[in-house]
């Protein structure tokens, strides 16, 4: 079955770098768009981040522009997120996720993803 997992969160102090990973397993990564998401406490699931499968165009919202680069390897079927210059306001639980087939743009928009992983919590803090 299809399935995404995270992992490489942890506690790190402002300034700090992470490295996430998401693994793909259940179908071939080629073809999908990912994007990364968070979830802060009391806050809506917010997109932040994605990467095209057909041209592995990138694209960020502003507030990670500049500190979170995306990237994938698909014949590792892995995505991968280098965060750095982490910042408090970054703490929330990262997740992974696939975008449905054929889509034609970038999207963050949580409806636009059918597969999701468990979540990897970050935090930033000192």
């Known amino acids: 079955q299809v399935q995404l997992v995270e992992s490489g969160g942890g506690l790190v102090q402002p300034g700090g770098s992470l490295r996430l990973s998401c693994q793909a397993s259940?179908?071939?990564?080629?073809?999908?768009?990912i994007g990364w998401f968070r979830q802060a406490p009391g806050k809506a699931r917010e997109g932040f981040s994605c990467?095209?499968?057909?041209?592995?165009?990138?694209y960020y919202l502003d507030s990670v522009k500049g500190r979170f680069t995306i990237s994938r390897d698909d014949a590792k079927n892995t995505v991968y997120l280098q965060m750095n210059s982490l910042k408090s306001e970054d703490t929330a639980v990262y997740y992974c996720?696939?975008?449905?087939?054929?889509?034609?743009?970038?999207?963050?928009?949580?409806?636009?993803?059918?597969?999701w992983g468990q979540g990897t919590q970050v935090t930033v803090s000192s």
């Open positions: 259940g179908f071939t990564l080629n073809g999908y768009d």
């Open positions: 990467i095209r499968s057909k041209d592995r165009s990138t």
């Open positions: 996720a696939r975008a449905k087939y054929g889509l034609r743009y970038p999207t963050f928009s949580t409806y636009d993803y059918d597969y």
